[in-house]
């Protein structure tokens, strides 16, 4: 690791206070919409929007939250982004793995063929299939559900062309070959040799996915057209009111809220994930 | 482990004569790429295929398809506003991404010298990023308001006059930009400094040996070899950029009976994305929205092209 | 048996005691919609799944829906003729598609009044007391005048919020809109110039905030008294006393320049989702009885289309929160002096133009000619592309 050591001890407190003070601003930059969304969600709606703008908490907090629930099914909401980004992700590091460790390791007719067209649609951005996609799920009925969301997301060609790339260096070709020799069919081989090896590549993924699939906001907009079952982002936007009627208060409440459970997440996992991120993104 | 002298069982057993045999072999293979591939080609490959088809008719999603040939390719290429939204989307794109990876190697290089409270820094700073988009947004709109704003407030303090920063052409935009740079740099600054601890010490050594500076270590040392990490970060940072959508739409939605998908006053906030679903789903114009999502995607690629090759270029 | 409306579509009260009254036979559930109505319903339908059985719409959003009568049951199958004498007559023809087939049944109708802070006014030395501003402010040079006023005695005070308010009004104060029955785009004829014409000049005078509808900001100018008016119709009543309520007492209602226009007014209608249609049009005939509309009217602002309710005691209650005006003394000769205009299919894609080029007119500051001319040319793509003759 570099560390610039000075010469002389003041040269490197200054040096030290030159290094610290602008991470400390940004720290400070980096928590304050935090701090602002905590201050914003005690206040009531007129409150929120009179100048000069309170530093301070103030006494609304517990009015805030009862309308914010009569409101909207906050945490129901909150269960669905839950369930739909665990179920994708797990579906995503599955599927993803399998057909990556095949395009990896093995040779087979039309292996160019199928590769190249994954390639092709990875250029596609997502809005291409979004109308398409919903004139289908209106047909198969799935309009409206978490399935919408879930199905279609599963198959992930970024996941593909990164765990393929990390299976490739990762993955040595004697471990699969001791593996076959000691017979291990397919299935055993991807268990037992290739999975333990790529982990950090598929804790990267998994962690990329799953706050990829909480914060997806524009498909669920549209497609889950039942206001009492949507994810999380939709029911927050859900609180805009028409013609002025929007109480701020509770806005502020619910974004509150919602910011609390990846927090918590983070809070307990945070040395691990940006430990994963940073394996893996140099890996890949 | 391997034990020569067993014969190991199917594997090495090649079956002679019929070929019907060969695919067969490898049935294991394709069953494993199987579930990828049967939902990519339902919800993939299938709706960009149709996509396409689509927008080649007129259709309002309720009735019957109408063809339409070229039209709604000719309707596209004479709307303004679907040119402005272009415009929109790479100022925007602009404004966000530079000063964004600027401020991530900046605070990776400072976050690598820093010997104590690394840590606590990478929490910090990853933080923005662990969030909902569309409560952050909500914040951002509270905190960029003209009247009761943080920002405003600061600047009145500092004797600046406020900004109206959610009503003009320019406000909207640096709000938006604003709004990617603190989400994506903390993040991008953890990839950098990944990408920084794997240059060997030795070169720092060698380079303060000769006499280099902090500056000329920084250009000539850790910039090349931070290359593939800054394109990777360049890439991901353009794809996601180019498709904005979350970021305008919660920061310019009003509570009156206009389109939500509308970008604020003159559509300056209207990315390409939101531009497409307000035609799409406000006016039910499924045609026509098919029409603009191709376009958007010739943008897209267009884009990075132009990127690619730019960043080719400098390495030489 | 799921109902969509929007926050003050209809009275809370009415609706609560619905879910109570059929509660023996169908669970109702009466969902409020947020961000814009229209867009998510259509949406919805498109999507096949979760549809509403009982589906409000809105006025201004009728032109969007009639085309699509199909996604609606024919209330006159359901019985509806037998209710038609109820209602104002011109209310219920604009619930009609033009093959006949009645997709809306009347909820309220939109009178356009002026709403003010009276402190404000009298603090300004404009008139203040509504019989006063009524015959005071009644033509658009007066109100102007009233505006300019205003901004000089008190400095950072704009009449109001934007032009749009101007424009809108006072095309919706005639019979016409931007195509006529023919599929003939009207929008660059006299009446639509006029209204352009009077919405720049409000600009230029000065009378107008650079403020957006809708946002927090233009909340806290209201509240804060630097936005002491709007034209609004009766249901706009709702709006203020939810998004401003600590203003209480200090409005009034007073008549518009010139004429009330017709601002909204909305409907129930029974989707085609709907498979209990009898049980859904029992609903709604009960919801949209005289009686309840009149409770409409107290809780929610809804001006009632049914006459029956006019002499009812609630509709001449003053209201506290204008500081004891009959608000009926005012909305009720505006209902009667409503023109009726006919709602092209294609009004709402061909007058968004106008709209949004006249708003970069009073928040932008774009020089009104440029404007006029884009707003044509925008107009002129999306007429060919409609099939509508330019």
């Not at chain 2, 976050?111 to 700073?125: D, E, H, I, P, T």
């Not at chain 2, 569309?134 to 405003?152: E, H, K, L, Y």
């Not at chain 2, 640096?174 to 600054?189: D, E, K």
């Not at chain 3, 059985?53 to 019985?79: H, S, V, W």
């Amino acid at each position: 690791m570099s560390s610039i050591k000075g010469s002389s001890i003041k040269g490197s407190r200054r040096r030290g206070i030159a290094l610290h003070l602008p991470l400390i601003i940004g720290t400070l930059i980096s928590a304050f919409p935090f701090y602002w969304a905590v201050i914003m969600s005690t206040h009531s709606s007129t409150e929120i929007f009179s100048y000069p703008p309170k530093l301070l908490p103030g006494t609304h907090f517990l009015e805030n939250v009862r309308n914010l629930f009569d409101a909207i099914d906050f945490f129901g909401s909150m269960w669905n982004s839950f369930l739909v980004a665990v179920s994708v992700t797990f579906l995503v590091l599955l599927f993803d793995s399998l057909a990556a460790f095949v395009f990896a390791k093995f040779e087979f007719p039309g292996k160019g063929l199928l590769f190249g067209l994954l390639m092709v649609i990875f250029m596609v951005p997502a809005q291409l299939s979004v109308i398409p996609q919903f004139v289908l799920m209106a047909k198969i009925g799935w309009i409206g559900s978490m399935t919408a969301l879930i199905v279609p997301a599963a198959a992930n060609a970024f996941g593909i062309f990164w765990m393929r790339q990390y299976m490739k260096t990762a993955i040595h070709d004697e471990l699969l070959d001791a593996s076959k020799l000691d017979g291990a069919n397919f299935l055993r081989q991807y268990w037992h040799v290739a999975l333990p090896v790529v982990r950090p590549g598929l804790a990267f993924l998994g962690i990329f996915t799953f706050m990829g699939q909480w914060n997806d906001f524009a498909w669920p907009l549209i497609s889950l057209t039942n206001p009492n079952n949507v994810t999380l982002q939709v029911a927050l936007s859900q609180l805009n009111g028409t013609h002025g009627t929007t109480d701020y208060g509770i806005v502020m409440t619910g974004a509150l809220l919602a910011l609390i459970p990846l927090l918590i997440v983070f809070a307990i996992g945070a040395k691990q994930i940006i430990g994963d991120l940073a394996k893996g993104a140099v890996r890949g | 482990m391997a034990v020569l002298e067993q014969t190991p069982p199917a594997v090495v057993r090649p079956s002679p004569s019929q070929p019907k045999k060969g695919l067969r072999k490898y049935w294991h293979l394709y069953a494993a790429i199987s579930p990828f591939y049967l939902i990519f080609l339902g919800f993939g490959l299938f709706p960009v295929g149709f996509s396409l088809y689509l927008s080649f008719h007129r259709w309002d999603g309720l009735g019957s398809m109408e063809w339409a040939g070229l039209s709604q390719y000719q309707y596209l290429l004479s709307d303004s506003d679907f040119w402005n939204s272009i415009g929109n989307t790479i100022i925007i794109w602009a404004l966000a991404t530079f000063p964004m990876i600027f401020l991530a190697m900046v605070t990776a290089v400072m976050l690598n010298s820093a010997v104590r409270f690394k840590g606590l820094y990478r929490v910090a700073y990853f933080l923005p990023n662990v969030t909902s988009v569309v409560a952050i947004a909500i914040v951002f709109g509270s905190i960029f308001s003209t009247n009761a704003g943080m920002v405003n407030a600061v600047l009145h303090a500092v004797g600046i006059d406020q900004v109206a920063w959610l009503n003009t052409p320019w406000g909207i935009k640096v709000t938006i930009a604003a709004l990617m740079t603190w989400q994506w740099t903390g993040y991008n600054a953890i990839i950098f400094l990944a990408g920084l601890q794997t240059v060997p010490g030795e070169l720092y050594e060698a380079a303060r040996m000769d006499g280099a500076g902090p500056f000329q270590t920084f250009f000539r040392i850790t910039l090349p070899l931070l290359r593939p990490t800054l394109l990777f970060v360049l890439v991901v940072s353009t794809v996601t950029g180019l498709q904005s959508f979350s970021e305008p739409q919660v920061l310019l939605q009003t509570s009156s009976n206009d389109s939500t998908f509308a970008g604020g006053p003159g559509h300056s906030g209207q990315t390409m994305v939101l531009y497409f679903f307000q035609q799409t789903f406000d006016n039910n114009d499924f045609g026509y929205g098919a029409a603009v999502a191709w376009g958007i995607f010739l943008v897209v690629v267009l884009f990075s092209i132009i990127n690619w090759r730019l960043v080719q270029r400098r390495g030489d | 048996m799921v109902l969509w409306y929007w926050s003050g579509g209809l009275s809370d009260t009415v609706v609560k005691n619905a879910k109570a009254r059929y509660d023996s036979s169908v669970d109702l559930q009466a969902i409020q919609i947020g961000g814009q109505y229209r867009s998510k319903l259509i949406t919805t339908i498109t999507g096949k799944a979760h549809i509403p059985d009982i589906a409000g719409l809105k006025g201004e959003d009728m032109a969007a829906y009639l085309p699509n009568a199909d996604q609606f049951i024919d209330l006159r199958t359901l019985g509806a003729e037998k209710y038609k004498d109820q209602y104002l007559p011109w209310k219920w023809d604009q619930g009609f598609a033009d093959d006949g087939t009645m997709v809306g049944f009347p909820i309220d109708c939109g009178p356009v009044a002026h709403f003010y802070q009276f402190d404000i006014f009298r603090k300004a030395g404009l008139p203040y007391e509504p019989a006063d501003v009524s015959k005071e402010l009644n033509t658009w040079e007066n109100f102007f005048a009233a505006g300019e006023q205003l901004r000089k005695r008190i400095p950072g005070t704009m009449l109001l919020t934007d032009v749009n308010s101007v424009f809108e009004n006072v095309v919706q104060q005639g019979s016409k809109r931007y195509v006529d029955k023919d599929r003939h785009f009207i929008g660059d004829q006299e009446h639509v110039r006029n209204a352009w014409a009077l919405a720049v000049e409000a600009k230029r005078r000065g009378i107008v905030s650079d403020l957006v509808n809708g946002t927090p900001d233009q909340l806290s100018a209201k509240q804060d008294g630097k936005l002491p008016s709007e034209l609004g119709a009766s249901w706009a009543a709702f709006d203020i006393k939810n998004g401003v309520p600590k203003t209480k007492g200090r409005y009034r209602v007073a008549d518009m320049p010139v004429r009330p226009a017709n601002n909204g007014g909305s409907f129930l209608s029974v989707t085609k989702a709907c498979r209990e249609p009898e049980q859904a049009f029992e609903i709604i005939t009960w919801i949209l009885n005289a009686a309840n509309q009149a409770q409409g009217y107290v809780d929610a602002g809804l001006f009632p289309s049914t006459p029956a309710s006019y002499p009812l005691k609630q509709m001449q209650e003053p209201d506290p929160f204008f500081g004891g005006q009959v608000t009926t003394d005012i909305f009720g000769p505006a209902a009667q002096k409503i023109v009726v205009a006919y709602n092209s299919p294609f009004d709402i894609a061909l007058g968004q133009p106008l709209k949004d080029e006249i708003k970069n007119v009073g928040v932008l500051g774009k020089d009104p000619k440029k404007a006029w001319s884009d707003a044509m040319s925008k107009c002129r793509r999306i007429a060919k592309h409609l099939g509508v003759s330019y």
